[in-house]
């Protein structure tokens, strides 16, 4: 098994290289240094002394690939390539545009992401399990039927709604909490409790919808009929077998998104003006800072990635079909 | 003069496409079966009542063209308006045209904030002005109530009539077609005893004409979903958003469907090192965030567009050329999950009879892939490309309000939803944008899962196997 876990790392490496080649051919060969500065600098008629100006600022104005007029190593290592994208590998993300330190704004800006996050996930979680056990447990009854068609029209209606909607009902008719903003401390309850709920209202149809599948996927196997045959009272043929069962697909789902946890939701914190890792990326898009961005995009990809190996890892763990092939 | 949008091409080349699908499917029995399924679906074909009305509406909008003016030029030749039009707007003209100042409520016939204006007299009064067009005809302004529900009785009588008449057609021509009588037809439909839930089809139709002829009939002479920050009508805003959404959710299957057929049944059926590089591929495009590469994407071809602006001669070719764009950039980072599912099938399918036998008569690689893999492998891209839609549709509004979606210019749901979020911040409330984004995009979506729903129900075979299983347990 440990010889499968570190293979499964040692594929994870090409798999972070191409992510960076992708960025690198995205926000430097599709779209050159002098189109970022001329895009930053605004207005048309800049002049190019403007524009070296700025990429020498920002450490642009080196050749992509191959310095040419440096000598040894430098030829590598003087270059766009190598200064903005293979750094990114020891996470070391260089500054902003605006000159500030990325990797600075990550580590402080992570924790207010994680304050919403891990409560949105924990309780969506719990609720949402529970829902889809009881809508299996009462499956082809009407609680079943009706609770599905509530799913089904949780899922049409967009996140958005379910944020503006939350925002004004909640902060702006009923005042019971601030609109939107952030105070780290116990009081951040208080910031966090809309958001949370909505995360959790507004994830509720996919949610409990998929994972009514899995839990009637499973009951319609053999053994459930077995356990049911033996004699088993209902209740234990589902929390005995079919939801430790049907938990494998939930459990890999749900540990490829725990390392995604880091990164924010973009809407909710933009929406609620929480200082995160979510609305730091809004902000760069809107602000077409490509630094940040750039940043985001891999270390997203990082995280993805950690989360799909915990995922297959945790996977060996609960299914031993897989630690003994 | 016409005017060819590039998604108008793609529009309608899909339609074609759908059109061919459908003749080739009629006369193949086995493929016919599982869309008989799928119309024996009641809430499918309920579903699917709302969706053609979406997409008539979508198609109208994508025939474009240049309206031509009164005069000629210097060599004689007609003169056309900068402005691109297309036959929804014609139909829809005096909704277009008849624009107020600013913000007006639905149905109002003030506006929603006071103005300050001068009296004949020489003084100035602040008050809420008459609207331009909402409810200008009202001699008294008292009428006001009495006005909206008499046209909106005439509008429901009018279009009871209409859905009265066409279900009458409608069964008649059933009826010749089975070879009974009308009112035995009649009999089936009412009592549920047709194949295709016909019951359920007149009764979506009457839901819909219901609300679309009163609609209509006020609608000449009401803003029946108030107007926005420059006075345009907000139903003219909704119907023109249905298009981008239409055109998000269909076009980016169609970039994608090529990538992912192809790649997937390579890696499924070559193995070895094709299987390993396709894999490698799609497992990095994977784990780059969805939005984030979305987001990387277009800006970088904002980028370009500003970079170029020349190549466009209007600005609607210009945001439309964005549009496709945009669903290339969706189906390139889309594709695969679809390639995923297609190599996993493949991999399945290589190893029974038939293929082994294919493979010991000699038959080359290409045509085991078209005749006997993909035919087999379709119905998995049928379930993706119809559960795909909506949240396509969805995905659209976040991006634009992430500000990476379609162009400002461009009527979708995500610019309106953009807009009301300021216009909720207003006091008093701006409501409206918001409502009639949210109507219509949920209706729209909820038909697109539910139909989704009765395609995946009637196509999986996984699912047959497992409600039979169900009803023999029973």
């Not at chain 2, 299957?253 to 057929?261: D, F, K, R, S």
């Not at chain 2, 999950?337 to 399918?349: C, H, N, S």
Request: glycine fraction near 8%; include cysteine; charged fraction near 15%.
């Amino acid at each position: 098994m440990l010889a499968y876990i570190l293979r499964r790392m040692l594929y994870a490496i090409p798999i972070l290289i191409g992510v960076n080649l992708i960025t690198f051919g995205l926000f430097f060969v599709v779209n050159t240094p002098d189109d970022m500065a001329r895009m930053q600098l605004g207005a048309k008629r800049v002049t190019p002394d403007a524009i070296e100006k700025w990429k020498a600022e920002r450490g642009y104005d080196r050749p992509l690939l191959w310095n040419s007029t440096a000598a040894g190593a430098a030829r590598f290592t003087r270059t766009i390539f190598f200064e903005k994208s293979a750094r990114l590998f020891a996470f070391d993300f260089g500054n902003a545009d605006d000159g500030r330190s990325i990797g600075h704004e990550i580590r402080t800006r992570m924790w207010a992401s994680l304050a919403l996050a891990i409560p949105a996930f924990l309780v969506g979680l719990a609720v949402y399990v529970s829902f889809a056990l009881a809508f299996a447990f009462f499956r082809a009854t009407y609680l079943d039927f009706w609770g599905v068609v509530l799913c089904v029209a949780m899922m049409s209606i967009s996140t958005l709604f379910y944020i503006i909607g939350g925002q004004y009902l909640v902060s702006k008719l009923w005042s019971l909490v601030p609109i939107s903003g952030f105070q780290p401390g116990p009081d951040a309850v208080k910031f966090l409790l809309l958001p949370v709920v909505i995360a959790l209202v507004g994830g509720f149809g996919e949610g409990v919808r998929l994972y009514r599948t899995f839990f009637l996927e499973e009951m319609s196997k053999d053994y459930v009929r077995t356990a049911r045959a033996k004699g088993l009272a209902e209740t234990s043929v589902l929390f005995g077998h079919v939801l430790k069962n049907g938990s494998i697909p939930i459990l890999t789902g749900v540990v490829a998104a725990i390392p995604k946890l880091f990164l924010g939701s973009l809407l909710a914190e933009s929406f609620f003006g929480i200082p995160g890792l979510g609305s730091y990326t809004i902000d760069a898009i809107q602000a077409q800072d490509f630094a940040v961005v750039r940043s985001m995009v891999f270390l997203g990809s990082a995280l993805t990635i950690l989360g799909y190996l915990l995922a297959d890892i945790s996977y060996t763990f609960v299914d031993p079909r897989v630690r003994f092939n | 003069m016409p005017v060819g949008l590039p998604t108008d091409y793609a529009v309608w080349l899909l339609v074609a496409a759908a059109a061919g699908y459908a003749m080739y499917v009629r006369r193949q029995p086995h493929l016919a079966a599982p869309w008989r399924r799928v119309a024996q679906s009641t809430a499918g074909m309920s579903a699917l009542v709302v969706l053609v009305a979406f997409v008539v509406a979508g198609l109208l909008d994508s025939v474009h063209f240049r309206p031509t003016l009164e005069g000629r030029d210097q060599q004689g030749r007609p003169v056309y308006g900068v402005e691109v039009l297309s036959l929804l707007d014609v139909l829809v003209m005096p909704l277009k045209t008849r624009t107020e100042r600013t913000y007006s409520a639905p149905f109002a016939t003030r506006a929603y904030a006071r103005e300050t204006t001068e009296l004949p007299s020489g003084g100035v009064v602040r008050e809420f002005p008459r609207l331009r067009y909402g409810g200008a005809h009202l001699a008294d302004e008292a009428d006001h109530i009495r006005d909206v529900a008499v046209r909106t009785l005439q509008g429901i009588a009018l279009g009871f009539a209409g859905w009265w008449l066409a279900v009458w057609l409608a069964t008649a021509a059933l009826a010749r077609r089975h070879g009974v009588s009308v009112g035995a037809m009649w009999n089936a439909v009412q009592h549920r005893r047709t194949e295709i839930p016909w019951r359920a089809v007149y009764l979506t139709v009457l839901a819909l004409t219901l609300i679309a002829v009163p609609v209509a009939l006020l609608a000449t002479r009401y803003h029946v979903l108030g107007t926005d920050k420059v006075g345009q009508d907000v139903l003219y805003l909704s119907l023109k958003s249905i298009r981008t959404g239409l055109v998000i959710g269909t076009l980016t299957t169609l970039v994608m469907l090529p990538l992912a057929i192809l790649l997937g049944i390579m890696a499924g059926y070559f193995r070895g090192w094709i299987d390993d590089l396709i894999q490698y591929v799609y497992t990095t495009i994977n784990s780059i965030p969805g939005v984030l590469l979305i987001a990387a994407a277009v800006l970088m071809m904002q980028v370009q567009i500003d970079k170029n602006p020349d190549i466009f001669p209007t600005s609607a070719q210009r945001a439309d050329f964005r549009l496709l764009l945009l669903c290339v950039i969706l189906g390139l980072t889309t594709w695969t999950g679809l390639a995923r599912l297609l190599r996993g099938e493949t991999l399945k399918l290589s190893e029974l009879e038939y293929i082994q036998a294919a493979h010991a008569f000699g038959v080359r690689h290409a045509r085991v892939i078209t005749r006997h893999l993909l035919p087999n492998v379709m119905h998995i891209v049928l379930i993706t490309l119809v559960m795909d839609f909506s949240g396509l549709v969805l995905a659209e509004a976040v991006l634009s309000y992430v500000g990476v979606g379609v162009d400002p210019s461009t009527n979708s749901f995500g610019t309106m939803i953009n807009a009301a979020r300021l216009e909720m911040a207003r006091e008093p409330m701006v409501w409206w944008t918001l409502a009639a984004a949210f109507a219509f995009m949920f209706v729209l979506v909820l038909a697109a899962n539910l139909f989704a729903d009765a395609v995946r129900d009637g196509f999986d075979p996984r699912v047959l196997v497992s409600t039979r299983a169900a009803g023999a347990a029973a």
